[in-house]
T-cell receptor, first 115, second 114 residues
Framework: DSGVTQTPKHLITATGQRVTLRCSPRSGDLSVYWYQQSLDQGLQFLIQYYNGEERAKGNILERFSAQQFPDLHSELNLSSLELGDSALYFC??????????????FGSGTRLTVV | AQSVTQPDIHITVSEGASLELRCNYSYGATPYLFWYVQSPGQGLQLLLKYFSGDTLVQGIKGFEAEFKRSQSSFNLRKPSVHWSDAAEYFCAVGAENQGGKLIFGQGTELSVKP
């Protein structure tokens, strides 16, 4: 157990729907990062939140959004889902806002299947 | 922009043979370098990481990697492969001026022949 908790582990939904993926960071970590792993794009960074604020943005679609709550858990919202959004979504956490990778920890991921 | 290249998409080695997986990165300063392993349907497990200091890094499961600045490489090695090492391996780079994001290579799938 890495200490980073992602729920649900698996999610199957239809095209056009909206889903929410949840991530609870390791205790004491202030940053949460979201990554998408798909067959087409590989593993790519989506977005980072630090202590409730957006810190960095990657290749995140406009249909996707995220937020980090006061208790530091984060949610990734995916809307108007398309077949191509089927992927493994990872969350990672770290103690600081960036530039220090010493305690960077990944969760086990949420597998999203869009049918 | 930072990038990571893993030239080999798929490698097959015999059990007991040595292994080297290649990784080249593009980054202006000294990067933070990582190797992760992923078994089918599983999450990412950190094998080892390099931040500074000794350029030969030891990791878990008998893996090691060597940072070569002149070649912008961080190749992963193991002297004797076990069947359980069959998995996908990802090299990643973290850039200090890019916040906390990691940039991953496309991965190398390792198959092990009995």
């Amino acid at each position: 157990d890495s200490g980073v908790t992602q729920t649900p582990k698996h999610l199957i939904t239809a095209t056009g729907q909206r889903v929410t993926l949840r991530c609870s960071p390791r205790s004491g970590d202030l940053s949460v990062y979201w990554y998408q792993q798909s067959l087409d794009q590989g593993l790519q960074f989506l977005i980072q939140y630090y202590n409730g604020e957006e810190r960095a943005k990657g290749n995140i679609l406009e249909r996707f959004s995220a937020q980090q709550f006061p208790d530091l858990h984060s949610e990734l919202n995916l809307s108007s889902l398309e077949l191509g959004d089927s992927a493994l979504y990872f969350c990672a956490s770290s103690p600081s806002g960036g530039g220090s990778f010493r305690d960077y920890t990944f969760g086990s991921g949420t597998r999203l299947t869009v049918v | 922009a930072q990038s990571v290249t893993q030239p080999d998409i798929h490698i097959t080695v015999s059990e007991g043979a040595s292994l080297e997986l290649r990784c080249n990165y593009s980054y202006g300063a000294t990067p933070y370098l990582f190797w992760y392993v992923q078994s089918p349907g599983q999450g990412l497990q950190l094998l080892l990481k390099y931040f500074s200091g000794d350029t030969l890094v030891q990791g878990i499961k008998g893996f090691e990697a060597e940072f070569k600045r002149s070649q912008s490489s961080f190749n992963l090695r193991k002297p004797s492969v076990h069947w359980s090492d069959a998995a996908e391996y990802f090299c990643a780079v973290g850039a200090e001026n890019q916040g906390g994001k990691l940039i991953f290579g496309q991965g190398t799938e390792l198959s092990v022949k009995p």
